[in-house]
């Protein structure tokens, strides 16, 4: 049911990659979880994934905020969501002024071609996101061993 | 639960360094199935949490959306001499944990 | 007469070697290694030596190495003690000079186990095997594989050959359908490798773990829709030892990353 909901509040979710990238609906009930409603903005946050993946069960992912990382002005978490997944939430990054540097890379599991959305709360209460389509192809031989 | 750490074994007080880990785990999302087709229950680790001389710097809530074996790089301020000390939970309620010493001059 | 017997010996050597040499259907200076067929992520990750998730068992055979087991308390670093084992993973598959059987590492390390060790053998595709036999690999990065397939390993080879040109399965194919008349050409979304052994065990992102060649045997195997044959079946031996001989030259790269 939230999965629904999600492909409905963005619009064009199931648009072939390179299309026009649809907005992140802040009222959608799993980004709502993070923001509590309030508006999420396109920018400062840039989201690295390949454009053609090797194999969906690891694609690397880089997900980097222009922040200064200072006491006074620092990313609070990061929000990174699939729109085909089975599990749409697929993990969160929680910073802070100690991290220097608001960059994180790690390996993902894709299931299928699709867009993936990061959205990053910064210390000042607002979110910012950004989203990128990716074409997950299948492997040719079934494995039963 | 084995993992490998990487992280420069000496710094500058103030540079920010680069962490590394990867972790053993088969990260099973549940929805395989097994060769008599009875599904394969979900084991993932669900926290992964790092504490730089005992204060949190930074944790993970993951799911099955990373892959096997997971493997996260982030950031990290280099204050003081000490420990990065890593810890994980998964479904079954196993821990691991897993640590690296730094020499931070200046 | 003896320089007569000599010089024919010799003639009879240059003779099988330039006959398997144009029995080669790769030639040695268009030999690729399955890297050279994967997409930029997974070769930059093989590349990687921190984040190959191979590397995880590799680290732990460095581990297993040293830890005693069996009725002896002995460990592999107790008889092998500081010596190099630097370039024997790439001999291998070989025949054990003191039995005459034909040995993969596997076969080797178990045979080590029970006889020296007197410890338990290792299950295939088990953690520990799998963990020993990428490390022993490992130690040979670099090094070009280089099996013998003369004296008592002819035999092997010949059987070996012949399992690699048998037609199989719903499929009717052989593995030299694929790997020696299309690689390079594509399968669905895939590019056909030239099927060469010298990165295994290898980390599969179909199986998310590690596995032995065998185990990457018997998925061909399974995608032809053949039967696959046990673990340990000599059939593989026999062909790990031919796919050896094929890839000869090529360096070993263990741990791998495979689709």
């Not at chain 3, 061909?220 to 031919?242: K, N, T, V």
Request: proline share 5%; net charge positive.
């Amino acid at each position: 049911m939230k999965r629904r909901d999600f492909l409905a509040g963005a619009a064009g979710a199931l648009a072939l990659p390179g299309a026009a990238l649809a907005q992140v609906d802040p009222l959608d009930p799993l980004v709502r979880a993070a923001t509590n409603g309030a508006p999420v903005n396109k920018g400062k946050v840039t989201l690295v994934l390949p454009q053609l993946a090797d194999n969906g069960n690891s694609v690397p992912i880089r997900i980097t905020v222009d922040s200064p990382m200072t006491a006074a002005d620092y990313v609070k978490s990061i929000h990174l969501y699939s729109e085909r997944n089975p599990v749409p939430n697929m993990a969160n990054f929680y910073l802070g002024p100690r991290a220097g540097k608001a960059e994180i890379n790690s390996r993902v599991r894709l299931a299928g071609s699709q867009r993936v959305t990061a959205v990053a709360k910064l210390s000042d209460g607002t979110f910012w996101y950004d989203a990128a389509p990716i074409v997950v192809t299948l492997s040719a031989c079934l494995d039963e061993s | 639960m084995p993992a490998r750490i990487q992280i420069p074994r000496e710094a500058r007080r103030g540079e920010v360094i680069e962490v590394r880990i990867l972790i053993q785990h088969p990260m099973e999302t549940g929805y395989r199935h097994d060769d008599v087709g009875h599904l394969i229950k979900r084991n993932i680790i669900k926290v992964l949490s790092c504490r730089y001389n005992g204060v949190e710097v930074f944790r993970a809530d993951l799911s099955s959306g990373i892959a096997a074996n997971p493997y996260v790089q982030f950031y990290t301020v280099a204050e003081a001499s000490g420990n990065l000390e890593f810890t994980w939970v998964d479904d079954e309620g196993q821990q691991g944990a897993e640590r690296q010493a730094i020499a931070v001059k200046g | 007469m003896r320089r007569a017997r000599a010089w024919l010996a010799l003639a009879a050597v240059l003779a099988a070697c330039t006959a398997l040499a144009q029995e080669r259907a790769i030639p040695p200076g268009e030999l690729k290694s399955g890297s050279a067929f994967l997409g930029s992520d997974l070769r930059a990750l093989q590349n990687d030596d921190f984040a190959n998730p191979g590397m995880l068992w590799v680290e732990r055979g460095e581990k297993l190495w040293s830890e005693p087991a069996g009725k002896k308390t002995l460990a592999c670093a107790s008889c092998h003690k500081d010596q190099s084992m630097r370039g024997v993973a790439a001999s291998y598959p070989k025949i054990d000079k003191a039995n005459g059987k034909l040995l993969n590492l596997e076969r080797r390390i178990n045979q080590c186990r029970t006889e020296r060790m007197v410890a338990e053998p290792l299950r295939y595709e088990s953690e520990e095997l799998l963990a020993l036999t990428a490390y022993l690999a490992r130690q040979s990065l670099g090094v070009p594989i280089a099996a013998r397939i003369d004296g008592a390993a002819r035999a092997h080879f010949e059987t070996g050959r012949a399992a690699y040109h048998l037609r199989r399965g719903q499929m009717n194919l052989s593995c030299a359908h694929c790997h020696d008349a299309q690689w390079g050409k594509r399968l669905l979304s895939e590019t056909i490798s030239q099927g060469h052994p010298i990165a295994y065990p290898a980390y599969r992102m179909e199986w998310q773990t590690m596995g032995s060649l065998e185990r990457r045997l018997r998925a061909c195997l399974s995608g032809i829709r053949a039967e696959m044959l046990p673990y340990g079946s000599q059939e593989y031996l026999d062909l790990e030892l031919f796919l050896a001989w094929r890839a000869q030259g090529l360096p070993i790269e263990t741990p791998g990353v495979r689709r």
